[in-house]
């Protein structure tokens, strides 16, 4: 069982820089890959960034590919979303979640980024 707790979203202007984080309780951590993902009002949710167990391994949205970097910290049980050069169409409800397969089992409760034009 794992549970994941975003943070460090907020109202940011175009152009400016934000860092997530998430959280996560369980002994397993480092055994489950990471990933990233957002919800914008009308729309379905998706994909924005992975991170395999290691860290060794990431990928991104072409949307997203240069201006944002995920990483992880697996002794401080953690996930990172750096985003940066940030554009209005980024806001949405942020959140992570984590997989030890093809399927993403765990999901955190999301956190609002807003990016003002």
């Known amino acids: 069982q794992v549970q994941l707790v975003e943070s460090g979203g907020g109202l940011v202007q175009a152009g400016g820089s934000l860092r997530l984080s998430c959280a996560a309780s369980?002994?397993?951590?480092?055994?489950?890959?990471m990933g990233w993902f957002r919800r914008s009002p009308g729309k379905e949710r998706e994909f924005v960034a992975a991170i395999s167990w290691s860290g060794g391994s990431t990928s991104y949205a072409e949307s997203v590919k240069g201006r944002f970097t995920i990483s992880r910290d697996n002794a401080k049980k953690t996930v990172y979303l750096q985003m940066n050069s940030l554009k209005p169409e980024d806001t949405a409800v942020y959140y992570c979640a984590a997989k030890k397969a093809v399927e993403y089992d765990y999901w955190g409760q999301g956190t609002q980024v807003t990016v003002s034009s």
């Open positions: 369980g002994r397993t951590f480092s055994s489950y890959a």
